[in-house]
Nanobody, 121 residues
Framework: QVQLVESGGGLVQAGGSLRLSCAAS????????MGWYRQAQGKQRELVAV???????NYADSVKGRFTISRDNAKNTAYLQMNNLKPEDTAVYYC???????????????WGQGTQVTVSS
């Protein structure tokens, strides 16, 4: 059984900062890409940032220069540092990880339960 547990969401004023964490646990053999997605009310889920196992990153244009994704491979944990938050960043943020369960298992995508981020103006 694999779990992705997110934490760090909350309510913050515009211009403020939050740091999200996503910890993967269970019978994990390896973790490939880890990413953060978000879904605002009434909108489709969108990619925010992704980081490969070697540390390469990619960001949505809307968050470049404000958000930073990082990871601790020893802890199977990804982070999203969000600075200069804007009301339009308000959404449920989901963690995603492509990982292999057991040495011979297939690589599959797993999702966290989501954490709410609300930015007030």
């Amino acid at each position: 059984q694999v779990q992705l547990v997110e934490s760090g969401g909350g309510l913050v004023q515009a211009g403020g900062s939050l740091r999200l964490s996503c910890a993967a646990s269970g019978s994990i053999f390896s973790v490939n890409d880890m990413g953060w997605y978000r879904q605002a009310q009434g909108k489709q889920r969108e990619l925010v940032a992704v980081i490969t196992s070697s540390g390469r990153t990619n960001y949505a244009d809307s968050v470049k220069g404000r958000f930073t994704i990082s990871r601790d491979n020893a802890k199977n944990t990804a982070y999203l540092q969000m600075n200069n938050l804007k009301p339009e960043d308000t959404a449920v943020y989901y963690c995603n990880a492509d990982l292999r369960v057991g040495r011979w298992g297939p690589e599959q995508a797993y999702w966290g339960q989501g954490t709410q981020v609300t930015v007030s103006s």
